[in-house]
């Protein structure tokens, strides 16, 4: 297949040695003679990543604010578990329609142009919710139809987004960029629940005002990440269009999976991970009033706290050696989450469950991106797009279905009860890797 490139040329990558594991990056480089901390950061010595990550930053701390007041406004329009999960159920169904075919499609256009749209239209939704919010006409339908708009651009912008990492930086530095990116998300997670806290405590006198003014501080913050993808210049290679039959080309990723059982295996546990790990995202806006008898504020900071623990589990991988086995992370940190998820549900104290949120988003952070890893060093280039697909897929595209029917579940039994389902379900697997761990192996004969 021809290929073209854009703009400037690659750096220069050292080539792998023969022996290095699939899921293994290059680590055929110099060894690092620098302090740990800097080794932590490395990947912003490349420019284009380091204006990639702050723009990034900024946005998604507006995101996380939104989602913050989105799920208090639903809740409190509603007093219903189950419009949690139908809000959340269409966020991420179009994810899970067309992201497949937004795979094929990332690796044959220039994506940072794309993802620059994708930003205009999501700075658009976040306007749209300030209007309806400020002039008295939001209702649970505007806010069903936004969501499911918002869900759709997602669905094109989350895998060119995956795949524009390793167009940024050199090979031998893709794990502490993904790490760092992964990190970069969960800062934003931590800040972003502050931010919506410091928001509604200026405006304590207008509630209404607060959210009015958190959903436009988030339409603000798009312009940061817009003008960031403007400026860089990434190492894309696009892949040209050919005859082949396009069923065929959406399937390529597909395929791929199913002839390397264990790129299959990490996908299935993404999904297991998603479906039945992250029942408490969806449940927090319920159990935060009717287990823990919180308010908007109480609410905010149990989010920071999970924020808080996912930004410091990225540190934490960002930070470990090239060498180790990422497939072990995997594997731990999936059986802390259903642990976790277990000691949640049956709390009734604030402070315990801040702890508990807490340990759950250093583990989730932990599994979620060593799963990204290991995926981004098994694809091939010119396959990256829709591999990569498969796993926002199995990420975002797997949340509404968990969203929908755990909603629906904690309607029924309580939220309380349904988190602790999720987690028991989750502890099986989480068990059943641990008992068979060359099942995440490139090499199935070995462990891994």
């Known amino acids: 297949m021809s290929t073209t490139r854009t703009r400037r040329p690659p750096e220069p990558q050292a080539p792998l040695p023969a022996d290095t594991p699939t899921f293994e990056a290059d680590v055929s480089g110099p060894p690092r003679r620098i302090l740990r901390g800097v080794a932590t950061f490395e990947s912003f010595r490349h420019r284009d990543y380091a204006y990639f990550f702050s723009g990034a930053l900024l946005s998604n701390i507006g995101t996380w604010t939104q989602t913050v007041a989105l799920g208090w406004v639903i809740y409190a329009l509603t007093r219903s578990a189950s419009s949690l999960g139908i809000v959340n159920f269409l966020s991420g169904i179009p994810v899970t329609l067309f992201t497949v075919a937004a795979g094929s499609l990332v690796d044959h256009i220039d994506r ?83 931010v919506t806290a410091g928001i509604m405590a200026a405006f304590a006198a207008d509630e209404s005002l607060g959210i009015t003014m958190v959903f436009t501080f988030n339409a603000v913050s798009f312009l940061f990440v817009i003008w960031a993808l403007a400026v860089i210049r990434p190492n894309q290679v696009i892949q040209e269009r050919t005859d082949e039959p396009a069923l065929k080309r959406l399937g390529a990723g597909i395929s791929y999976a199913r002839k390397h059982p264990h790129v299959g295996t990490h996908l299935l546990t993404l999904t297991m991970l998603v479906v039945f790990g992250m029942t408490f995202m969806t449940l927090l806006p319920a159990l935060a009033v009717e287990t823990l008898g919180l308010s908007s504020t109480g609410y905010s900071s149990l989010m920071m706290f999970n924020g808080l623990g996912a930004l410091a589990g990225a540190l ?133």
Request: hydrophobic share 60%; net charge positive; aromatic share 8%.
């Open 112 to 194: 940072r142009r794309l993802l620059i749209w994708a930003q205009v239209l999501m700075m658009v939704q976040a306007a749209a919710f300030a209007y309806l919010n400020h002039t008295g006409h939001i209702t649970i339908g505007w806010i069903y139809t936004l969501t499911l708009a918002g869900g759709v651009v997602s669905a094109f912008m989350f895998p060119a987004w995956q795949a524009m990492v390793p167009d940024l930086v050199p090979r031998e530095s893709l794990l502490n960029a993904i790490a760092l990116s992964s990190a970069q998300f969960n800062a934003a997670r931590l800040v972003g629940p502050m």
């Open 316 to 448: 934490a991988v960002a930070s470990l050696p090239r060498s180790v086995r990422r497939e072990r992370i995997i594997r731990y940190a999936l059986l802390v989450m259903a642990l976790g998820s277990i000691a949640l549900s049956l709390s009734h104290v604030y402070a315990l469950s801040a702890i508990v949120l807490l340990i759950l988003g250093a583990a989730f952070l932990a599994c979620v991106s060593s799963i990204n890893t290991n995926l981004q060093t098994a694809a091939p280039d010119h396959l990256r797009g829709r591999i990569m697909a498969l796993f926002v897929v199995s990420f975002m595209g797997m949340m509404p279905f968990g969203a929908i029917a755990f909603g629906t579940l904690g309607e029924l039994i309580g939220p309380g009860l349904a988190v602790l389902a999720g987690g028991v379900v989750l502890l099986a697997w989480a068990l059943y890797l641990l008992a068979r761990p060359h099942t995440l192996c490139a090499d199935r004969a070995k462990r891994c």
